[in-house]
């Protein structure tokens, strides 16, 4: 039995279109095109971080690109709500994007020395074991629902990762440090509420298939 929002429950009750109820978006809605730009564009972030291996990846291409990224992450959420729809292929897009953008930019600021491998390997460690259990827990059709926070734990380590590649910050390695461990801790912190929702909503969903 999947425990959903309640709004996912009304838009499965209702007509689509019926007022107050989010309609469905297609691959092509204008908030999915936004983040299929920051999957396709990624590569490239991570290509001008390699390619600025003298600077140890700090370039001022890749901080305005950076940022034009991040600036996709909140516009496509915007534009999903202002048009009042909902996506599977968004829900799913979405945060693979913004791991996709975070770890790969991370793993490229390693690759040139710019950061300790430990940590982003701690900040991985947490991406990945998160979203494999929730996905275990969607395949038994339980669903455990995003958090505000996850998208305020994303800022954080956009931010770790823009000052990483501002070439007037290139020598400031404590500074940097302390800010990659801050998205660490910020990040582990969100994981733990992650999995004590799931307990919550596991045990929620018991209680109603017992009763």
């Known amino acids: ?69 991040a600036g996709t992450d909140y516009f496509d959420g915007r534009v999903a709500r202002r048009s009042g729809v909902t996506s599977r292929s968004g829900a799913f897009l979405d945060p693979l994007a913004d791991k996709v953008v975070v770890l790969g930019a991370a793993y490229c600021l390693v690759a040139v020395e710019r950061y300790w491998w430990v940590p982003v390997t701690l900040l991985a460690f947490r991406e990945l074991g998160i979203t494999a259990w929730r996905a275990r827990w969607a395949g038994e059709g339980v669903s455990i629902p995003a958090r505000r926070s996850a998208k305020y734990k994303t800022f954080v380590q956009g931010v770790a990762l823009a000052m990483a590649v501002m070439p007037s910050l290139k020598d400031a390695d404590t500074v940097l440090a302390v800010a990659l461990w801050v998205a660490v801790a910020f990040t582990t912190i969100t994981g733990v509420q992650y999995l004590l929702d799931g307990r919550s909503v596991r045990a929620q969903a018991r209680s109603q298939a017992a009763s």
């Not at 838009?11 to 989010?22: D, E, F, K, N």
């Not at 564009?41 to 305005?64: E, K, M, V, Y």
């Open 1 to 69: 039995m999947s425990v959903s929002s309640v709004p996912d429950r009304q838009a499965r009750s209702a007509p689509q279109g019926s007022p107050g109820v989010p309609s469905r978006a297609s691959l092509l809605h204008p908030a999915n095109l936004l983040t299929l730009a920051r999957l396709l564009f990624a590569p490239l972030l991570f290509l001008l971080i390699l390619q600025a291996d003298d600077t140890r990846g700090a370039s001022w291409a890749a901080f305005g690109l950076g940022v034009a990224l």
